[in-house]
């Protein structure tokens, strides 16, 4: 992985060109045949350039080859920048198949530079990262956890701050029961974004795994609940010990049955419970959908 770092870096660092009004048939004409070429003009004196121009080569680089800039300074090179009539500066122009496709003028803050090289690039920035990332959650979703943290890895080498990678990865740790690499993973997430879906999911997991470490046996449980159907907090450790096993459907039978008996038992906790499996679980999951039909029916009834 170190290897594919060392070119995505080769690669973002030609990204950027600067142009002249000889290198302009090859930097831009030729090379937008291949891929969409931004050209910003610019001059030293510019103060919104001077704004502009950062952001415009940090897209560009985390677009990781979709797209290049080609940089001109019109004090030096007026020819190419007076034929196309540009009058203010600054000025980012596109081009794409050796013709201008579109363009703005003036100092744009960076979301909508990335919306822009977005629409140029037609949606192909991040097309990669996002198929990688589906490969990752199926091959959890398979339960071929190594697999998905090497998938997981792989994004996260190309940017640490991916929250749905740091999610899925806390949640392979969880289902290997590497439960301390899980928290140290899910540290890593930056506060502002703890709360997000694939975050919560993947702590709810963490914590439900947590409290499987405190029951009992499966089988020791079953005999307290056959032995005393309204044993209530062995019915509920059952539950955890189950779902620790990957029985979702069993151990949402289980927590039903609580709620159907006894709704206000230790203060709501079979239903807080079995929520708390829904995200863990996810919203597409089957036991999530029929537990999730079966509780309603039961408490709008």
Known sequence: MLQNGGAMTAAADSAVVETTTQGF?????????RQPVLVDFWAPWCGPCKQLT???????????GKVKLAKMDIDKHPEIPGQMGIQSIPAVIAFANGQPVDGFMGALPEAQVIAFLERVTKGRIGAEEKDLLKEADAAFAAGNAAEAVNLYGQLLTQDGGNVAALAGLARCYVQTG????AKQTLAMVPEAKRNEAPVAAARAALDIA???KSVGPIDELERQVAADPLDHQARFDLAAALNAKGKRAEAAEHLIAIVKRDRKWNEDGARKQLVQFFEAWGPTDPATVDGRKRL???LFS
């Open 178 to 181: 590497a439960l301390e690499q």
């Open 54 to 64: 950062p952001i415009l080569e940090k897209a560009v680089k985390a677009a990781k």
């Open 210 to 212: 947590e409290q499987a």
């Open 296 to 298: 309603s029916s039961i």
């Open 25 to 33: 048939l090859k930097d831009v004409i030729e090379e937008s045949k």
